[in-house]
Structure formats: C-alpha cells, structure tokens
C-alpha cells in the first residue's frame, strides 16, 4: 500500500481529493492533508509519502517549491500536481520535477485514477527486485567483463597514464578520452558479515543496473567492483551537473535501501578535467570522502568537494603489502587494525625475519601513518615523524614495540575523528551563522544559502538534520525570537515586524508565528 499526502488551501478541493482516492483500491492510503505547502512540508520528512498530490497556487509555500524541497527528504516520492491555471510556465516547471502528471482542476475521477496509476507504476519499477541469484547472475553477464574490471582497479593506482596502457584500455574497449572525469564509491554502511554474500550479489548487480538506467546521454559510465564496494568512472564532454548527479546518486540509495533493506553510502571524487588528471589522486579524494561517514551518518550523498576544499599533502610511502592497515585505521576499525599489527608482529619473533625486521616495523608505522587525515595534529599531539621512527628503532622487544604501535593507532584514530568532526562543525557553525545574518531576507532559500557558501543543498540539509535541525524550522526559530522581541514594543505595526524579520506576507507571518508560539502575534502582544 502506498502513502499518499495532499496539499490544497480550498477545503472543498482537499475533501474531495481524499473522498476520490479513497474509492481507489486498496493501493493508496491518505495519511495527511494540509490547507498549505509550509504545513505539508514539516510533516513529510517524518511521514515520509510515496505519493504527494499537490495544488500549485498555495499560500506560504507553492506545490512548485513543496515538491523541490520535499524531494530532498524523499528522493523516491511521486508527485501530481493539481492546476487552475492552464499555464505553460506551470507545466514546463513540473516536467523538470518529474511529476507524474498535471492534472487541471475540476478533478475528474478518471483523470485522477489514471494519473495514480501511472505514480503506481513508477513506484513499483523502482522498488521492483528480482531475489533470483541466477536471474541476476544472468543479467549481470552484460556488465563489464573481468578483463575491464581489471583495468579500471589497475587505472585507480596510476597517477599518470602510460601510452601502452592507454593502447590497452582502448582494445578492452574502455574510453577515457573524454574531457570530464569523476569517480565515486558505493560502499555497504555495515560490516559485509552482516550483509551477506547473496544480499551483497542482488546489491551490486541493481547498483550496475540503476547507474546505468541514471547515465546522461553525453556520458561515458563504468561500473565496476573492486574488493567489497562498487566503483563508477564517469567521463563527459561537458562539465558534470553536480545537483544532477546528486539527485540521481540519492535515488539510487534509497531504492536499494527500500527494496533490499540494505543501507548504502556513496562518496563521490572531485571533478578533473583532462588537464589535471590523476586518477589515483580521485580514488583517494573519493575514499577520503567515504571517511566522512563516521561523522555525518550513514545513507548520505558525500561529494569531496564539500568535505575538504584543500587536501593536506604530506609525503607517504604507498605499501600494497600493508593496505589491509591502511585500510582498517582509516575506516575507523580499530580493534581490526590493532589484531593485524599484532599479528604481523608476532611473525617477526622468529630467527628467519631478523635481517627484515626494521623494514617490516618501517613499513607498518608508514602504513598507518597513511591512513592519518592531520599529519600537523598528530606531530604537535603525539610526535613528529622522526620522533615515531627513533622509537621504533628503540624499543627492545616485541611487547615494547606492539605497545608503541597501539598508542600510535589510538592518537591516528583520535586526530582522524578530531579532524572530521572539526571539518563539518565548521561547515555546520558557517550555515547557521549565515542564516542567523541573513534571516531578514524574504527571498533566503536553501539554494541562495548554497551558492552563498558554495556546499551543496543536500550537504546543508545533512548537517542540519545531524544537528536535529532542518533548514525551514530553524529559520522559522531565528526569526520568531527575534519578531519575539519586537512585538514587546506596542509601537511596532505586526506588518513592519513581519518585514522586519523577512516576511513580505503578513498572513504568512502570523500563521508561522502562531503555529512556533502557540498564539497569534496580537495574543502574544497582549500577554
């Protein structure tokens, strides 16, 4: 059964939208109605519909806005908008929205049947999933063969392309001719224990097929696994749509987590073009990114450029041998990590590793200190880089060294947290002192706060939302204390304070005021 919410200011309109679809089949339920779009918008991201049914003229917040905003929480949620007007305008914005259908007013049972229908249709394609290994075993014989997988793996731990790898890609049939470039990683949010090998197949293969339905059409998409996570390589003639890309990428994650019950996080590398282009530096930026997870949760859209704007760059020896190291610190799992130093070390106790003693110990500490994000951190925190070394050198036995080795692995994971956390209580105090300056402005939106301090809407919306905030209510919060303060003052008009704290709508005003308070702000005044 479906959830479906409607939003109209004319009661006899919403009366009669609830008693149509009431006469559906059991497919659909109403779980809300609202007199306006603010109101509807407040209760979706907890309602979380499959299916909003909206007017377009609305007092406070349009269907138009409603539904933009609302896809942000809901990325899955069909929409139908219900018109009026008969206007071009109306109906161009509602094809870039992807509503289902326009459906003018007054609503015909048949109309609104049909349209339904259609939302039907387009909710059960994208939570559809075959559970049949073989069938998807079968389906996934279309994706990149093993000789491409292989060199897209190799392409990731090259900073520079040689002419006879290039040759190679192209008889494989991998193009990266393109100008554009971008990479991202899809990676399971719990331990691959925990998921399993067949939900991990029934996984990858919707993944390959999802990415592939999302590709736009001047864009070149390998999909590919490498260890336990899915990889894309997108190259493009034309500069990358990052909002596009972002809708898209939500999408994906949601369908997987609705249908399969698994939960995805994505991490996506900055964009390069083919004049600064190196893909190891993406494969890194992009796993840099997916560390991000710790801190802002699980489930998310992470772009590299809104995590770090400047990569600290720090000499670092690149082990294969000791990845698995690398690996474990920079995820976080620490008891992981300690139990295979631990490991390591009690191989080197034996006569036959004497003569590779100090490279192995060289080599652990260079691995871990890989996986360090704040190399300046941890020198003025634990010790430099010479320091670490020289007490390798000098510890005397295996327990000494195996205790070095812990307290390094615990100041890394300490600096690595410091360090994320900092990155997004930075961005988080920037976007709440930018609305907290800026509340005046009756025309403050998520995406005037996102060009202003270049993160994406998405991103604003994440770090709210972990703050337990989102964008609407805490402007909505700002804004009343401060109207609060004004009311005290009996010369102060209710419209001069409605403009004063960025409503050009002194109706709006008052409902929003009422609906944060509890009064009107003429009760209020009184008080």
């Known amino acids: 059964m479906y959830r479906v919410i409607v939003a109209d200011d004319e009661e006899a309109v919403r009366e009669r939208l609830i008693s149509l679809v009431n006469k559906l089949s059991s497919d659909f339920k109403i779980v809300g109605a609202y007199e306006n779009g603010y109101d509807a918008l407040e209760d979706i991201e907890q309602i979380q519909p499959d299916l909003l049914i909206t007017d377009i003229k609305m007092p406070y917040i349009d269907g138009i806005e409603l539904i933009k905003q609302a896809k942000l929480e809901v990325p899955l949620m069909q929409t139908i908008i219900i018109s009026g007007y008969d206007s071009f305008d109306y109906a161009k914005q509602a094809i870039a929205l992807k509503v289902v259908g326009y459906i003018s007013k007054p609503i015909s049972f048949d109309e609104l049947k049909n349209t339904m229908y259609k939302a039907k249709d387009e909710l059960d ?7 049949n290994i073989e069938s998807l075993q079968e389906q996934a014989k279309t994706t990149l063969s093993l000789l491409q997988e292989n060199d897209l793996c190799k392409l990731l731990s090259l900073k520079e392309v040689p002419d006879n790898f290039k040759k190679k890609l192209e008889i494989d049939q991998i193009n990266i001719a393109n100008k554009y470039c971008v990479l991202g990683i899809f990676d399971f949010d719990d331990e691959f224990d925990k998921v399993g090998y067949e939900n991990s197949e029934i996984v990858n293969i919707y993944l390959h097929k999802y990415l592939m339905e999302e590709i ?4 070149s998409l390998y999909v590919f696994n490498r260890s336990n996570q899915v990889l894309f390589l997108g190259l493009s003639k034309t500069i990358f749509d990052k909002d596009s890309m972002e809708e898209s990428l939500a999408s994906i994650l949601s369908k997987i987590k609705k249908v399969c019950g698994i939960s995805l996080s994505v991490a996506v590398s900055d964009f390069c073009d083919d004049q600064d282009r190196s893909y190891r530096r993406m494969f890194r930026h992009a796993v840099r990114t997916l560390e991000y997870r710790t801190v802002v949760g699980k489930n998310n859209v992470l772009f590299f450029s809104d995590i770090q704007k400047e990569e600290v760059t720090v000499g670092k020896i690149d082990d294969n041998e000791y990845k698995s190291l690398t690996y474990d610190l920079s995820y976080g799992y620490v008891p992981e990590c300690k139990d295979h130093v631990k490991k390591i070390l009690d191989k080197i106790k034996s006569p036959e590793y004497a003569d590779s003693y100090l490279y192995i110990t060289s080599s652990v500490a260079n ?5 360090c994000n704040n190399f300046k951190d941890l020198y003025k925190d634990f010790m430099n880089n010479n320091e670490i070394f020289q007490s390798i ?30 990155g997004v209580e930075l961005g988080l105090k920037q976007i709440l002192e930018y609305i907290d300056s800026h509340y ?39 804004r009343m204390e401060h109207a609060k303060g004004l009311l005290v003052n009996p010369d102060n008009k209710i419209v001069s304070v409605s403009e004063a704290v960025g409503y050009s709508d002194p109706y709006y005003f008052s409902h929003c005021f009422k609906k944060y308070v509890g009064v009107s702000p003429l009760e209020y005044r009184k008080k």
Request: with cysteine; hydrophobic share 35%; aromatic share 12%.
């Open 367 to 371: 691995a871990l200190l890989k996986a």
């Open 125 to 131: 394609k994208s939570l559809s999933i075959d559970k």
């Open 393 to 422: 050198y000098e510890c005397k036995s295996i327990d000494k060294l195996y205790e070095f080795f812990m307290s390094l692995i615990d100041a890394i994971y300490k600096v690595n947290n410091a360090t994320r956390y900092s």
């Open 440 to 478: 005046t402005d009756p025309n403050l939106s998520l995406e005037s706060l996102s060009d202003s301090l270049s993160y994406s809407v998405s991103y604003i919306s994440l770090l709210l939302k972990k703050d337990n905030k989102t964008f609407t209510k805490y402007l909505m919060s700002v």
């Open 216 to 219: 736009p059409k001047d864009c």
